[in-house]
């Protein structure tokens, strides 16, 4: 019988064939462990109809409630309940304090849709997805040697109500692959405050909102009859903040803000005015 020698050529050709599927995910189940030291894909949260880290990692998933610390902050004030459109510092960090670390971390609405928008801190959060916002761990805070993450949320327009932070953490043991990792899920809910809209408004201070055709601007004015710091927040019809200005000192008697046409295209928005921290919405079309 003839003996077969197959030329070097094609063994090594098929030993790099079975590398490259050993490297995917195929038919044949051959799957590269990932290693996600710089956050995970979008949905990893374990919110409704959404994966957790137990898609990637091996292990079940286990109640976070103790073990996930997130706190949402006006300044450095914690709080339990939000202003539609005002900014929040969020904080979150783990009990347990694991030497090696990872999280994601989203805010729904009873809908499940986004509320809100997501802003990372640099070099300690990432944000990913489309519709959906998901706050992630960096490769350079992934560590304890990073005490917290912190990122910024913009809280929705008026009406949303309640707001679920749904986050997973994933507590490695560091060895380089997907074993032996446990996965903490929680749930964070934050109320909205209830507000005065403008039509409500019968007593100082009078506030009148509305796009000027004529200059092409936004106008905001208001009478006070005390001095009071003045915030204002200009968000979409989908939460996204567009326009920010922090605290004025307001004076008694007629006070007026300008927002020129070039900031805003066409379309509706809300108008966030905050008076000593007491806030004030209207929607107003600009054209």
């Known amino acids: 019988m003839k003996k077969i020698i197959l030329p070097s050529i094609f063994i090594a050709s098929s030993i790099a064939i079975y590398a490259l599927r050993s490297n995917s995910i195929s038919n044949d189940q051959f799957v590269l462990a990932p290693h996600n030291s710089a956050g995970a894909a979008a949905g990893k949260t374990g919110a409704p109809g959404e994966q957790n880290c137990t898609a990637c990692h091996a292990g079940t998933a286990q109640d976070g409630a103790n073990e996930n610390i997130l706190t949402v902050l006006n300044g450095t004030t914690p709080v339990t309940s939000y202003i539609p459109g005002q900014q929040y510092n969020v904080t979150l960090s783990m009990s347990s304090n694991p030497a090696k670390r990872g999280f994601q971390a989203t805010a729904l609405t009873s809908a499940n849709t986004m509320a809100g928008t997501f802003t990372a801190q640099t070099g ?140 805003l295209i066409p379309g509706v928005y809300v108008v966030n005015l905050f008076i000593d921290n007491k806030p004030y919405s209207k929607k107003v079309i600009v054209f």
């Open 124 to 263: 300690n959060t990432s944000i990913n997805g489309t519709t959906k916002k998901y706050a992630n761990h960096t490769s350079t805070s992934n560590t304890s040697a990073t005490l917290s993450w912190n990122w910024t949320w913009t809280a929705p327009a008026s009406g949303t109500g309640d707001v679920t932070f749904y986050v997973a953490t994933n507590k490695t043991n560091n060895n380089g692959v997907t074993s032996g990792d446990a996965i903490y899920l929680s749930q964070h809910i934050i109320s909205e405050e209830s507000s005065t809209s403008f039509e409500e408004i019968s007593f100082n201070p009078t506030i009148i909102a509305g796009w000027d055709q004529f200059a092409n601007e936004l106008k905001i004015s208001f009478d006070l009859n005390k001095a009071a710091i003045i915030g204002l927040n200009v968000i979409d019809l989908e939460g996204k903040s567009v326009y920010n200005k922090p605290g004025v000192k307001g004076n008694i008697g007629k006070n007026s803000l300008q927002i020129a046409s070039n900031t």
